[in-house]
Nanobody, 127 residues
Framework: QVQLVESGGGLVQAGGSLRLSCAVS????????MGWFRQAPGKERDFVAA????????NYVDSVKGRFTISRDNAKNTVYLQMNSLKPEDTAVYYC????????????????????WGQGTQVTVSS
């Protein structure tokens, strides 16, 4: 069974930074494409960023390009989301997800492609 545990969320002022981490159990983390999604109250869960198995490909939603960076450390079974220049509209619960069944090494953007999800971590950006 694959388990994902996010950490690093919190309350930060606009313009500040946070780094989210997602630790993944199991021996085949390097076979998973990984992604970050977020869900604000009353809204759908939206794509934020994704990274391919070996980190060679990344994708971002336009609203975070130039501010957020996704990375992974396959030796530590961990994926990260560095968030800089945070804005109040970034406030949401952030979820990491693993695309474990894709035969391709791609930065998957569709939430329907992801097989496993973490429990989420709250990020609140005050103005």
């Amino acid at each position: 069974q694959v388990q994902l545990v996010e950490s690093g969320g919190g309350l930060v002022q606009a313009g500040g930074s946070l780094r989210l981490s997602c630790a993944v159990s199991g021996r085949t983390f390097s076979n998973y494409n990984m992604g970050w999604f977020r869900q604000a109250p009353g809204k759908e869960r939206d794509f934020v960023a994704a990274i391919s198995r070996r980190g060679g490909s990344t994708n971002y939603v336009d609203s975070v390009k130039g501010r957020f960076t996704i990375s992974r450390d396959n030796a530590k079974n961990t994926v990260y989301l560095q968030m800089n220049s945070l804005k109040p509209e970034d406030t949401a619960v952030y979820y990491c997800a693993a695309d474990a069944s894709n035969l391709l090494s791609i930065a998957t953007m569709s939430l329907y492609e992801y097989d496993y999800w973490g429990q989420g971590t709250q990020v609140t950006v005050s103005s």
